[in-house]
Structure formats: structure tokens, C-alpha cells
Nanobody, 124 residues
Framework: QVQLVESGGGLVQAGGSLRLSCAASGYSFSMYHMAWFRQAPGKERESVAIITWSGGTADYADSVKGRFTISTDNAKNTVYLQMNSLKPEDTAVYYC?????????????????WGQGTQVTVSS
């Protein structure tokens, strides 16, 4: 049974930091890249960052470059999203997801597995 379980969301003031975690189980981790998406109320789910399971390569949406960092801990089968310099527009439900192909990673329809999401709220 495939499970992606996010944690670490919460309420933070603008300029603050949060670290999200996503624990994966039930599938062959090395066959998938891991990504974070987010969805704000009334908006489409959008890509945030992606990383190879080995942790060697990452990519980011322009809106978070320089502020967010994605990383992995293979021993724990966990992916992290370190979010710094948070802005009110970062408020959303954050999801982790798994994809086999790096190409078109920003397209949510290409993902096979999704977590349930964790709420991040940034106050001004």
C-alpha cells in the first residue's frame, strides 16, 4: 500500500520559516522522483519543487527559487521542503507527490502518487 504522509505545516508570520516532511512507503522509492505542489483556495494546484530520489538534482518554480530548498533522507524514505522568507502568497495546502519521469514534472496529471496535504498559513 503506497503512502505519502506530509507533516510540518502550520501558521507562521511573514518572513518566517517552516520545514515540511513527506514520509514515503509502499513502493520502490528509487524509481521515482519526489515533488512538492501547493494549492491555494480557489486556485489550481501548482508545482513548487522536485528532486531525484538520490538527492542529486533539484528544480524549483520561479516563485520559490532562493527561498525554498527540497532535500531527501534516503535512510528515512523522507523528502523535505525547507521554506524560508515566507510570504502571505505562500499560503496553501502543500502536497508531496511521486513521478517516474522528470520531463513535464510541473504537470500534476503526470504524478502517480499523492499525499493528503498539509496546511501552511503565512500571516502578514
Amino acid at each position: 500500500q503506497v503512502q505519502l504522509v506530509e507533516s510540518g505545516g502550520g501558521l507562521v508570520q511573514a518572513g518566517g520559516s517552516l520545514r515540511l516532511s513527506c514520509a514515503a512507503s509502499g513502493y520502490s522509492f528509487s524509481m521515482y522522483h519526489m515533488a512538492w505542489f501547493r494549492q491555494a483556495p480557489g486556485k489550481e494546484r501548482e508545482s513548487v519543487a522536485i528532486i531525484t530520489w538520490s538527492g542529486g538534482t533539484a528544480d524549483y518554480a520561479d516563485s520559490v527559487k532562493g527561498r525554498f530548498t527540497i532535500s531527501t533522507d534516503n535512510a528515512k524514505n523522507t523528502v523535505y521542503l525547507q521554506m524560508n522568507s515566507l510570504k502571505p502568497e505562500d499560503t496553501a495546502v502543500y502536497y508531496c507527490a511521486a513521478i517516474r519521469s522528470w520531463a513535464y514534472w510541473q504537470t500534476k496529471e503526470n504524478y502517480e502518487y499523492w499525499g493528503q496535504g498539509t496546511q501552511v498559513t503565512v500571516s502578514s
